[in-house]
């Protein structure tokens, strides 16, 4: 039956207690009075309620600080540094180790500061001689100050990752296409490390360029064929050019040395026509005072002496026949002729035979058997 149905006895059973007196909402006011006196007791309503509730106080907060402590302690890693930040300002920078901060307080930001970074940065391009390439590069960076990396610009890996494109279209736009793609790569990568750390630099963002990796640039897939063919013409052209090189090397170390030999013996040369010349000149000082004494004996011996160093120099042989003597004898010529100065005569030998005893076979290389007699003399000489 509902609480307001006719028929109820009289007795309206009104749920806000107004017996039908009052029909509007409830009074706020007197419900806030009610909840107080029911939970009053909790907080000192009564004597003993009171030291109830003041111990409750205690503890809780005692368990609040305790979790407010606790919750302080954080940690540092070894490669990490943290940056405090109190009330939102920055503070000071802790270092690796177990920390504690006032929570609500201070905030910390660990920063790695030991790790390298890599960013690449790729793009088609266009170069100096209006040629579209595409490059790729890779930059390694780490953080070296962590106050700048967080609070000098809004996010310092984006700025870099903008200065390095800004770079590298600015140094390839500057650069001949053959030189991105061959000769001209070290000096591509060294100009834009250059140009970002210029373009860092004033921004202060506590980062350190390590290195700088230069890709192997590529051209559009519609040139390519084209131009793989023009880069291995330029590498048969580096390829001829270090044979070249390294023939130049093999043949002027011998060329060189062959020039010292013949100067060396032209010096040996002209030191032995010296010598010999001054040789002569004493030979003929010597020969002098004995052709005034002696002038007929003198140029006998001269003549001698000149005879027998023709004799020796020629092929042939000179035989002394005495008259009256029938006696023959055999010389094996052709084994004399092939041992040169086998059988000489001297002065004393040759000096009655070049007056007097004819030659055999002259102006002849080989020469035939000749019979001589027993007790002959003879000379042979040869080239």
Same mark, same amino acid.
């Given at each position: ?173 500057? +650069? =001949?296409?053959?030189?991105? @793609?061959? &000769?001209?790569? /070290?000096?591509?990568? $060294?100009?834009?490390?250059? %140009?970002? #750390? ?99 004996? +003198? =140029?006998?011996?001269?003549? @001698?002496? &000149?005879?027998? /160093?023709?004799?020796? $120099?020629?092929?042939?042989? %000179?035989? #002394? ?63």
């Amino acid at each position: 039956m509902a609480w307001n149905e006719p028929g109820n006895n009289g007795k309206d059973r009104d749920p806000w207690g107004n017996n039908g007196k009052n029909q509007g909402p409830p009074d706020l006011d007197e419900m806030l009075r009610k909840v107080s006196r029911r939970f009053g007791g909790l907080f000192g309503g009564g004597k003993s309620g009171g030291d109830i509730g003041r111990f409750g106080i205690s503890i809780a907060l005692v368990v609040a600080v305790v979790v407010w402590v606790v919750s302080g302690f954080y940690t540092i890693r070894e490669a990490e540094r943290g940056a405090v930040l109190r009330f939102g300002k920055f503070s000071h920078i802790v270092e690796p180790g177990l920390r504690w901060k006032p929570t609500f307080i201070d905030q910390v930001i660990p920063v790695d500061v030991e790790s390298v970074r890599s960013l690449p940065a790729s793009g088609f391009m266009l170069t100096q001689d209006e040629n579209v390439v595409r490059v790729e590069m890779d930059v390694q960076y780490r953080v070296v100050n962590p106050e700048q990396y967080l609070f000098s610009v809004t996010n310092a890996d984006e700025s870099l990752g903008q200065a390095t494109d800004s770079a590298l279209r600015y140094v390839v736009g500057h +650069t =001949r296409m053959d030189d991105v @793609l061959t &000769t001209g790569r /070290e000096k591509v990568r $060294q100009e834009t490390w250059q %140009v970002i #750390d210029g373009i860092i630099e004033p921004y202060q963002m506590g980062l350190q360029i390590v290195d700088v990796n230069f890709l192997p640039a590529r051209p559009p897939e519609e040139v390519k064929d084209a131009f793989d063919d023009a880069i291995s013409a330029q590498e048969d052209e580096q390829r001829f050019i270090r044979e070249a090189e390294a023939y130049a090397r093999e043949v002027e170390p011998k060329a060189r040395g062959s020039v010292k030999r013949l100067e060396q013996e032209a010096e040996a040369y002209k030191s032995q026509i010296v010598l010999k010349a001054q040789g002569e000149v004493a030979r003929f000082n010597e020969l002098l005072p004995q052709y005034q004494a002696a002038p007929e004996l +003198t =140029r006998e011996r001269i003549y @001698l002496e &000149t005879m027998e /160093e023709l004799y020796q $120099q020629a092929n042939k042989v %000179v035989v #002394d026949m005495p008259a009256g003597n029938n006696s023959m004898i055999y010389l094996p010529l052709d084994k004399l002729s092939g041992k040169p100065n086998a059988v000489q005569s001297d002065r004393a030998t040759v000096a009655p035979v070049a007056e007097q005893v004819p030659v055999a076979n002259e102006g002849t290389n080989s020469m035939p058997t000749t019979p001589l007699r027993s007790g002959d003399r003879f000379s042979s000489g040869r080239n």
